[in-house]
């Protein structure tokens, strides 16, 4: 069929990907929104105004469109938003108007899922022109009328014809003008539709009149007068008629040009003209189009409030009747929503009437009450249109909120702003249902926070279209009589659900209120918090605490916001409460009431001044009569101060006031004065509106800084409470870590937000519940390894019906959390911030969403669309004053706010600060200093973050998926160039040589070259590097020749061979400790040992003679360079789809998380990269084998390090064989390959290495380093299994390990591989390899530059070295290595390297007895640790000061320090990865509580430390640990053996088997077999076996001693005197001073002997032998075990 030529059409016109089309001007923009019959209109006119014409109508309705719009509404995932929706929308209504165009028609309006078309035209004309509409409704079917999308839905099209008179009615202002068609056609044309199926095109009966009968073929619809069109004959020369339509059309604005779909879209530029356009334009179109911004942009799922407005007119009205009441109505309806931010969006007329679209939310005009706006707003129109239009039978009102489809929908040459969605379709349907009153959804009802007697529930109503639209309400609007008196808070407890997280605030409150009964001067304290901090349930809460029936009396209330507006609302409430006529009905009640009260307190001629504030009717006496207004208002304010004043007398009375923002001025006023002169006590929460948290007037400022006044400023919630109200809400005892991480991160601390989180979780079945089984204990699962096995706190407690199943909470299985959506509400919340902006500063905004919630200066400035520095730094400064973002400076400094915030979140924030009132100005001088202050620091800021991260999430989402893809391309081509380790680390990769080992990854990420200079470049500068080199040598030659006078001296102890004293020959037979050295292996030992600790010292000095010199050393930047730029990276990359940059950087994520020691989030990045990995095809993913092995080796080294050590096993093999390094099975194959490795360790050690570079090498290189790590891990997990076949492997691949660092020739890494094969054969008690690989690796450590890289590994040397001589217990040793070592990381700035050199020297110099010292390192520990905020530093600092007060006697933190600490960060990803540290602690807690026989507080710490016990490794921190758990575990069996005999036995086959796995254990750490011995005594001790007890106390003593285990010898000592040698009962001076220990500052230096007798006694219980016996006879066997 041949395309027809009409008004701003053209016939070349094709489909997609064919189309040839004009550009559109800048005028045709505005025009695209608006039809011809306005753009060529008569602007002269002087609305309201009238204009008639003949016309055809055309009909389009597509069902399908709300179904498609709740498809992607209900998607959480972020992938499939508003992008694919616009497009789908787009796609198939633009290509119906594209039809519509073409065949000539003006498309009027777009209705949500309707289209309304017109052929304007004269009436001798009209029948050719049904024709052609026919023909064009005919085309549409054809191809839309069953049309699939992507998603699995239908559309189809239902078209209604009319023809006949119309009138174009035209109403506004100077402002704001609309149109709309009325006329019979109108009203037939929406009757044909409604008769319509789908697929079918119906005739209105007037058009069936006027059509030409001969040219189309109908079929009659029973009972109707309309028609069913079948079909168009063929017997005419179409041609011709085509020719003969546009001679008709051709008055109209037809353009010759053939590129051009639509003459209005190429309008040349007239300002009048576009002056008239653009008043029917939307203002929030118009910002878009004046930005210059795709109109794309303004397609989003938002949450809105829809308010359909429908006014029915009497049959009688006429066309002016119809203009003047449409005219006052809209005027009217604008001014209410106007300056509420409401905007109008559809005006149109069908069935006699007229129907108006108003939005409340749409972008640019999101409020925070935008569902109280719409109601209150409702309320108004409909009370104005049913009294005062004229000729209007019936108005209705519908009221909806939720998310919709906001955005352009059409053709790019005329398209219009709309709104599409199930609660458009509600909202219409309510209009229609219940006419005559406004209904609201359950929703709003909801949302708009108004008191529930503002609402009548309507019946239930079958709705056409509608599913399960849930309760729908009549709003009754506001009214005095409505609202008196009910603003009830609650003052009850719910036990369920009690109050979390806030027990500081609330100990305030009780302080306060003692303090106000002895001072009885007025108290007010305010609490001050954003919406969402639970400051309703706190005021419940205090309300309730508040109660004391004859001593306090509590008056609550909560106000909402309409009360602001009611003058005395809330002083009218408190005293009516207060006066208990509240409750009271009728007047007679009140005013009786009142009397018996108020007798002799107000004399009766008085009483008449309450009748307006209480309802009540008593007579006007003359006395009153002859007041005036002001007179009156003053007596009766005194009169009421007056009753408060005496009844006070008789009990203190509390006011409590929730949502005080509320508080009507008048009110403020009355309470200022009241608490100046009544001593009375007020409790308030508020949150103020806005950013300024300035107070609603001068009276409550003044209130808010009077000196009695308490205003605090509530904090987040912290983490750890978080976790524990998602369980409460869930009804759950346990939530799966991945859950918890969720609703940490995106709650912010907000409670409120972790409601509306895990309620959107629920509601889209991604929860899951299961119940919980008592053994949760489960083979090495790589799923399950983060699974919490610790239950929460309130899971603790004992549930009352003890029968009920407990319940868990876990994800469905291949849910993202990551990648779930906003909840409707948190979105609206972020949304109406963000509409607040400027164009300029939404944009910011929405840029640097895309970067993350910090983000680089430089990198906004590089997504940003062709800004200026200047513009940016501009804009900038505005958001940082609205408190938008925060300056940070520099990447550190993000750690550094955290950490404040973090500390603060548990800290009240009570404030003394004066605040002014909205509307108190300030001078504007320095207001423009401030200003200025501002921008330069904007200036000088390189990174910054949002204040409100829901505000990024939110933002972030505002993009299409097309337009997010370009930011993330943009932003990853910038951060490729920063993705590596920091400068002080060597800036190579977290996964070493890994760009060089991954195709086409060198050349997209850095050139060879680079990486060269990467790996020679050192921390120091090139003439400190040659100084201290040349230094050295001189050192090293002098001393070769016998001369000291060429170094210079160096100020530290002179070492010699008596100074390390090596452990006695004389051993204890059945005790498993080593073989004695062989005298000449251990001389030189000492001697070689000496000569290193020398030569640290001369590093030491020389490093810091330069250090003035050395300008390029700086600290580790590792953290916020993975946070800032590797971490964004793999989002980005992901979010391009780009999946081999993506799984490259998840991997260096997951390796620097690792580094960094946070195995949770190393865990999620390998989850992530693992499932990135699956997705992809086998032959298209791109992914290297090489790849494929460190993912295999990270997820090895993670559960490793969780303690789940069959599963790393396994792993650490499979990633073995993909890097084609065979690992044998059998014990056979080990014999072998061990002959094999050692040959080949042999000839290493001959051959004469190149250094030559060549090509490859780097490549080689990256695999031989992941041999090595893989293999250092293996050999690390066969040496805990004490079988022998299992030494043998881990001998194997320790001396594999040793190999692949030979070849690597990295002296590094070759000094790495020896020490660990030293640790190895240590742990084998092959000394003699043992002692001949530590020292050649100090012999080789001679040789290294001691520069850069070289200085690091020489302190690395200087950790292992002391860490193996405190396992030892050669404690003088391991004490100055430790010094040392120290000293490096303080030179090189390598603070997480320090803290485990602090923690390991504070161990040897505790266990050595040397307290001042140990002191000293503590509070070094404790200094870096909380400077840098490293939560491991933190925890084994808080050890430590555990430590002392269990074991020294005094404190350095009081113990509640020390728990609060653990509480507070028991939850914290990074240290619950950390099972040893975490076993520890909570041990500590276990014999804390179990010395001074609290054991309701055992049990908690006890069973958490019990279920880690599996999952931790043999490190010295974990024996440490273990043994602290085996000592709890001896105390808990004792209280059993004098309680509970039956539970005796039970523990004791438990204690049995863990003290045999110490025993084990120490094996690695033989400075620990004193202490299980000493419990291994205690235990034959409680069971009466005092020989067995004796002899386990001797060999603890002597081990002590061989050892250098001084601390548990001065126990021991004391133990021995109380058990068996003392003459008089000994005094517990543990339990005498416990918990108030002394505290041993910093410096003092006291005598050891001082504290050496506060040890705490081992008691033995109290029993009846003869009947413990015969409880345990049956484990009288397994007593041999001990």
């Known amino acids: 069929m041949n395309r027809l030529q009409t008004p701003g059409t053209v016939s070349i016109i094709m489909k997609d990907g064919d189309k040839k089309q004009a550009e559109i001007s800048p005028l045709g923009k505005i025009a695209a929104h608006v039809p011809d019959l306005i753009v060529y209109g008569d602007f002269t006119q002087e609305v309201p105004c009238i204009e008639s014409f003949d016309g055809v109508l055309l009909f389009v309705d597509i069902s399908g469109f709300t179904a498609l719009t709740e ?308 309320h108004k129109i409909h009370l104005f249109c049913s009294t005062s239009l004229m000729k209007l039978k019936i108005v209705s009102v519908g009221v909806t909120s939720g998310p919709v489809f906001c955005g352009v929908v059409g053709h790019r040459v005329r398209h219009e702003y709309t709104v599409i969605g199930r609660k458009v379709n509600l909202a219409a349907r309510m209009m229609m249902y219940y006419p005559g009153l406004v209904s609201c959804d359950a929703v709003t009802y909801t949302t708009c926070k108004l008191p529930h007697y503002f609402f009548e529930e309507l019946p239930f109503i079958e709705m056409k279209g509608v599913m399960n639209p849930g309760t729908v309400y009549k709003y009754l609007g506001f009214s005095e009589k409505t609202m008196i008196y009910k603003a009830y808070l609650t003052q009850e407890q719910n036990d369920h659900y009690p109050l979390l997280g806030r027990k500081k605030e609330t100990d305030i409150f009780e302080n306060s209120l003692k303090t106000f009964k002895q001072s009885r001067k007025s108290q007010v304290i305010m609490y001050d918090g954003p919406m969402g901090y639970g400051k309703s349930q706190l005021m419940a809460e205090i309300a309730f605490l508040g109660q004391a029936p004859g001593q306090n009396r509590v008056v609550a209330i909560e106000l909402t916001k309409i009360n602001i507006w009611q003058n005395f609302f809330a002083v009218r409430t408190l005293m009516a409460m207060f006066l208990g006529i509240d409750t009271c009905k009728t007047y007679d009640a009140r005013q009786y009431v009142l009397v018996n009260k108020l007798r002799g307190i107000v004399e009766d001629e008085y009483l008449c001044l309450l009748n307006n504030l209480f309802h009540v009717k008593f007579p006007t006496s003359e006395v009153v009569s002859r007041m005036d207004n002001d007179e009156r208002n003053t007596q009766m304010e005194i009169m009421l101060r007056h009753i408060l004043k005496q009844i006070r007398d008789k009990e203190v009375v509390i006011f409590v006031i929730d949502e005080s923002q509320y508080i009507d001025t008048v009110s403020w006023q009355f309470l200022e004065k009241m608490i100046r002169t009544v001593p009375i006590f007020v409790v308030m929460s508020l949150c103020p509106d806005n950013r300024k948290a300035r107070l609603p007037c001068p009276a409550a400022a003044r209130i808010r800084n009077h000196h009695n006044t308490v205003y605090i400023h509530l904090r987040e919630l912290p983490p750890s409470v978080i976790v524990q109200k998602a369980c409460q809400d869930l009804g759950v005892v346990s939530i799966a870590r991945e859950l918890e991480i969720f609703l940490i991160q995106r709650s912010h601390g907000n409670p409120f937000y972790c409601e509306e989180l895990l309620r959107n979780l629920h509601f889209n079945n991604v929860l899951q519940f299961h119940v919980l089984e008592e053994d949760e204990e489960k083979e090495d699962e790589w799923d399950n390894i983060f699974t919490r096995g610790v239950l929460k706190a309130q899971a603790s407690k004992s549930p009352e019906n003890k029968e009920e199943d407990l319940y868990i909470c876990t994800i469905r299985q291949n849910v993202k959390l990551h990648n779930i959506m906003l909840p409707p509400t948190l979105k609206g ?397 059998t014990i056979i194959g080990a014999f072998f390959m061990s002959m094999v490795e050692t040959s080949k360790h042999m000839s290493h050690q001959k051959k004469q290495f190149s250094w030559q570079t060549h090509t490859g090498r780097e490549k080689r290189l990256a695999t031989l380093y992941q041999q090595g790590h893989c293999l250092s891990l293996l050999w690390q997990i066969f040496s805990l299994d004490l079988a022998i076949s299992s030494k043998k492997f881990a001998r194997l691949a320790a001396l594999m390990k040793v190999n692949c660092a030979e070849e690597t020739q990295d002296e590094s890494q070759i000094i790495s591989s020896y020490m660990e094969f030293s640790l190895c054969c240590q742990l084998m008690g092959c000394q003699h390899e043992w002692m001949k690989y530590e020292l050649m690796a100090i012999k080789r450590s001679s040789q290294l530059r001691i520069v850069g890289g070289g200085l690091l590994t020489i302190a690395k040397l200087a950790l292992s070295l002391a860490y193996m001589k405190l396992c030892l217990g050669n404690m003088a040793l391991a004490i100055q290595l430790g010094y040392r070592a120290h000293k490096l990381c303080v030179l090189l700035k390598k603070p997480k390297l320090d803290y485990i050199v602090l923690s390991d020297l504070f161990r040897a110099l505790f266990l050595n007895t040397r307290f001042s010292e140990a002191v000293e390192v503590l509070s070094w520990l404790e200094e870096l640790s909380f400077r840098d905020d490293n939560v491991i530093g933190k925890a084994c600092f808080i050890s430590g000061c555990l430590d002392l007060m269990l074991y020294a006697g005094f404190s350095f933190k009081p113990f509640k320090h020390c728990l609060d600490f653990i509480l507070t960060n028991e939850t914290n990803c990074i240290l619950m990865s950390q099972n040893s540290i975490m076993l520890d602690l909570y041990s500590s807690l276990a014999i804390w509580f179990a010395r001074l026989q609290l054991w309701d507080d055992f049990k908690e710490p006890f069973e958490k430390a019990r279920r880690l016990l599996r999952r931790t490794s043999t490190s010295f921190s974990a024996n440490h640990g273990f043994c602290k758990f085996v000592e709890s575990e001896a105390l808990l069996l ?142 009288e066997s397994k007593t041999e075990q001990f």
């Not at 429908?310 to 449409?326: G, P, R, S, V, Y």
């Not at 925060?886 to 950490?899: D, I, L, N, P, Y």
């Not at 080593?1074 to 600790?1093: C, G, H, K, Y």
């Not at 989002?1131 to 950087?1145: G, K, M, Q, R, S």
Request: glycine share 4%; hydrophobic share 40%.
């Open 1534 to 1675: 004792r209280k059993y053996i004098e309680d509970s005999p039956e539970k005796a036995r039970e523990t004791l086959g438990k204690m049995a088997r863990d003290l045999e796995q110490a025993i084990s254990q120490c094996s690695t750490s033989p400075v620990y077999y004193p202490r299980v011995y000493h419990l291994k005594a205690y235990v034959q001790l409680m069971l009466g076996y005092d020989d067995y007890s004796q002899m386990f106390l001797e060999k603890a003593i002597q081990s002590s001693e061989i050892y250098g285990n001084h601390l548990e010898l001065s126990w021991l000592e004391i133990t021995k005197e109380w058990w068996f040698t003392g003459t008089a009962p000994m005094e517990d001076c543990w339990l005498n001073t416990a918990p108030d220990f002394p505290v041993w500052k910093t410096g003092l230096a006291l005598d050891k002997t001082t504290y050496s007798k506060t040890k705490y006694l081992l008691k033995v219980p109290e029993f009846e032998s003869d009947s413990l016996f015969s409880e345990l006879e049956s484990e």
């Open 71 to 378: 498809k992607f509404s209900m998607n959480t995932n972020l992938d499939c938003g508003a992008d694919q929706l616009t497009q789908t929308l787009n796609h198939y209504v633009g290509d119906i108007v594209e039809d519509v165009l073409i065949f000539g028609g003006d498309v009027l309006k777009f209705a949500g899922d309707a289209i309304l078309a017109l052929w304007r035209v004269e009436r001798c004309h009209i029948h050719d022109i049904i024709t052609l509409a026919v023909k064009c409704s005919f085309s549409i079917q054809q191809v839309f009328s069953d049309y699939d999308v992507e998603v699995g839905l239908e559309l189809k099209v239902k078209i209604g014809l009319s023809a006949g008179h119309i009138s174009k009615v035209l109403i506004g202002d100077n402002r704001h003008q609309y149109f709309l068609v009325i006329g019979r056609a109108v009203d037939e044309v929406r009757l044909a539709q409604n008769l319509a199926k789908a697929s079918e095109i119906i005739l209105s009966p007037n058009c069936w009149e006027l059509c030409d009968r001969n040219l189309i073929e109908v079929e009659k619809i029973q009972g109707e007068r309309a028609v069913r069109v079948r079909y168009i004959k063929n017997d005419f020369d179409n041609e011709e008629f085509f020719e003969r339509c546009t001679a008709h059309l051709y008055q109209h604005h037809t353009c010759e040009n053939f590129e051009i779909l639509r003459y209005a879209s190429v309008l040349a530029p007239d300002e009048e003209l576009e002056k008239s356009l653009r008043k029917y334009v939307m203002r929030n179109v118009l910002r878009k189009i004046d930005d210059n911004q795709p109109l794309e942009y303004l397609s989003e799922l938002r949450p809105v409030t829809i308010v359909f407005v429908n006014l029915q007119f009497d049959e009688t009205a006429n066309a002016l009747h119809l203009c003047k009441a449409i005219q006052d109505a809209n005027a009217k309806i604008t001014g209410i929503i106007d300056p509420l931010s409401g905007k109008i969006n559809k005006l149109f007329m069908f069935d006699k009437g007229c129907t108006l679209l108003c939005i409340f939310g749409l972008p640019g005009d999101k409020q925070p009450n935008e569902s109280t706006h719409a109601l209150d707003s409702a």
């Open 829 to 1225: 919340i972020a949304l109406a911030e963000l509409d607040n902006m400027t164009p300029s500063e939404q944009m910011v905004v929405k840029c640097a969403a895309v970067i993350g919630v910090t983000f680089e200066t430089e990198l906004l400035l590089h997504i940003l669309p062709e800004w200026t520095k200047m513009k940016m730094n501009q804009t900038l400064a505005t958001l940082v004053d609205s408190r938008i973002f925060q300056c940070f400076g520099e990447r550190k400094e993000v750690h550094a706010v955290k950490s404040t915030q973090s500390v603060s979140s548990e800290e009240l924030c009570i404030s003394s600060q004066t605040v002014k009132s909205i509307g108190q100005g300030s001078d504007l001088g320095p207001l423009v200093a401030e200003r200025l202050k501002q921008e330069e620091m904007v200036m000088h800021c390189k990174v910054m973050g949002f204040c409100t991260p829901l505000l990024q999430e939110a933002a972030y989402e505002l993009w299409l998926k097309s337009q997010k893809e370009a930011l993330h391309l943009k932003c990853a081509s910038y951060l490729q160039w920063h993705a590596h380790q920091c400068k002080c680390c060597g800036q190579g990769d977290f996964i070493s040589f890994h760009r060089y080992a991954v195709e086409g990854m060198l050349h997209n990420i850095d050139t060879q070259e680079s990486r060269m200079q990467f790996l020679t470049e050192s921390t120091l500068n090139e003439a400190a590097t040659v100084l201290v080199s040349e230094m050295l040598m001189k050192v090293e030659l002098s001393r070769r020749n016998g001369s000291k006078d060429t170094m210079p001296a160096v100020h530290t102890t002179e070492f010699s061979k008596e100074t390390f004293r090596m452990p006695s020959k004389e051993t204890i037979p059945s005790l498993p400790i080593q073989r004695p050295l062989v005298m000449q292996d251990s001389f030189r030992a000492e001697d070689t040992e000496i000569e290193f600790l020398n030569r640290m010292d001369e590093i030491i000095l020389l490093t810091e003679m330069d250090k003035k010199k050395i300008k390029t050393i700086s600290s580790c930047e590792c953290e916020e360079i993975l946070e800032s730029v590797i971490v964004p990276l793999s989002h980005h990359c992901l979010a391009v789809e780009d999946n081999a940059w993506a799984f490259y950087y998840l991997l260096e994520c997951a390796a620097a998380y690792v580094y960094l020691a946070n195995n949770y989030m190393a865990f999620t990045y390998l989850n992530t990269a693992e499932t990135l990995l699956k997705s992809l095809d086998a032959k298209e993913k791109g992914i290297s084998q090489f790849e494929e092995s460190l993912l295999y080796s990270l997820k090895g080294e993670v559960s490793y390090n969780m303690g789940q050590i069959n599963l790393a096993k396994k792993l650490i093999k499979k990633a073995l064989n993909l890097l084609k390094k065979g690992f044998p099975l």
